[in-house]
């Protein structure tokens, strides 16, 4: 079992990750919007159909990278989950328990 300063430090590190992940994804669909209201504007303006594409495949990279950050982000969240309820009783009362279950609701609303 590992000690008390060990758990609250792998709470913060294991909370960490989950709020990077849903700020990473955040970047990745404002990505995708803003390349696909480029590739529109450059399609009603007439632009050069090779610019058009390269337009189109940036999107497509951009597009691509949702589905797998969303999936890293529900792994790092169900190990979240499962860590404060393993170690509920180990971090009651520290501030990490709490950031914890706050990012968990936080996060939660979104796969709902």
């Known amino acids: 079992m590992a000690s008390s300063a060990e758990l609250v430090k ?3 590190v294991k909370t960490n990750s989950v ?3 849903h700020k990473e994804l ?9 390349e696909q209201a ?3 504007k ?3 303006a007439g632009a050069d159909i090779s610019d058009v594409k390269q ?3 940036v999107l497509q ?7 797998q950050t969303r999936q890293r982000l529900e792994a790092a969240l169900a190990e979240l989950q499962s860590f404060v309820v393993e170690n509920v009783e180990d971090l009651k009362e520290t501030e990490e328990l709490q950031a914890a279950k706050d990012t968990l609701s936080e996060i939660e609303k979104l796969f709902k």
């Open 26 to 34: 955040g970047y990745y669909e404002k990505e995708r919007d803003k």
């Open 38 to 40: 480029r590739v529109d």
């Open 61 to 67: 990279e951009s597009a691509m990278m949702i589905p």
């Open 55 to 57: 337009a189109e495949n």
């Open 10 to 12: 792998l709470c913060k």
């Open 19 to 21: 709020k990077r992940l």
């Open 42 to 44: 450059m399609k009603a």
